[in-house]
């Protein structure tokens, strides 16, 4: 099941330089309500999915212990920049292990959408569920399908700069639950112009699901807030946050 996610690799650039810290300040402010004072001073975190590192840095300077995890050799090389008082290893979030125990896990920016697969996002819910203490939280993002109430299933994103360009083509099928991202690079380096192609998938999970999943993996108590409602955070309408015990 383990594999090194190379599509990552090719987006990890773009990714730090525009989503990375864009994501990160809002739900640091949102853990500051529903996560930290659970915590002791100086707790252990796990940032699973850490991607380029900004939230590891940002959890690193209000003086808890973080260890990132990821697929992509490519994020982690900037989170290691990013976040250098971190550690950091390179695992798949459906079989890494550590030898440490935490007080919480995270995992943002609907990272956990990525796995597939509901025995797989189990799997991932089992992996975090080993890695925490016995009074340890697990906190993580998913979009809902609730994003498209409002609006259409497809959407467009776009950027354009002098040495580099960006296009993002969603579209969502509501029988399987799948949103699939066309993703277009294009930069210009030693006076040549270089183009990259990758689609990359994200399944929207039922709230149901994901509490049973969570049961199953061996959490208590779980609770979903709706991001935009309860922190008035409109990053992607449909967002919701879990808290598990």
């Excluded at 203490?133 to 498209?148: H, I, Y």
């Amino acid at each position: 099941m383990s594999e090194i996610f190379t599509d990552y690799d090719r987006f990890a650039w773009f990714y730090n330089r525009y989503w990375g810290e864009e994501f990160s300040l809002p739900v640091l402010g949102i853990f500051e309500k529903i996560l930290f004072p659970d915590l002791p001073g100086g707790a252990r975190i796990l940032d699973l999915c850490c991607g380029t590192g900004q939230l590891a840095a940002g959890l690193v300077a209000r003086g808890y212990r973080v260890t990132g995890v990821d697929g992509s050799e490519s994020m982690l090389a900037f989170a290691k920049t990013n976040a250098p008082d971190a550690d950091f290893v390179c695992a798949d979030a459906r079989t890494f292990s550590l030898p440490a125990l935490f007080d919480a896990a995270v995992s943002t920016f609907d990272s956990l959408n990525h796995i597939l697969a509901l025995d797989e996002l189990v799997s991932v819910f089992r992996r975090v569920r080993a890695a925490l203490r016995p009074s340890g939280r697990f906190v993580f993002d998913m979009n809902m399908e609730s994003e498209f109430e409002t609006g259409g299933l497809e959407s467009r994103y776009d950027i354009v700069e002098a040495d580099h360009a960006c296009s993002v083509r969603s579209s969502y099928d509501k029988s399987s639950r799948l949103k699939r991202y066309d993703v277009k690079i294009y930069r210009r380096e030693r006076g040549e112009w270089d183009r990259e192609e990758l689609v990359l998938m994200q399944r929207y999970y039922l709230e149901s699901e994901v509490a049973a999943a969570l049961v199953e993996a061996g959490f208590g108590s779980v609770e979903v807030l709706d991001a935009e409602h309860e922190f008035d955070l409109s990053i992607s309408d449909g967002r919701a946050f879990f808290l598990a015990r």
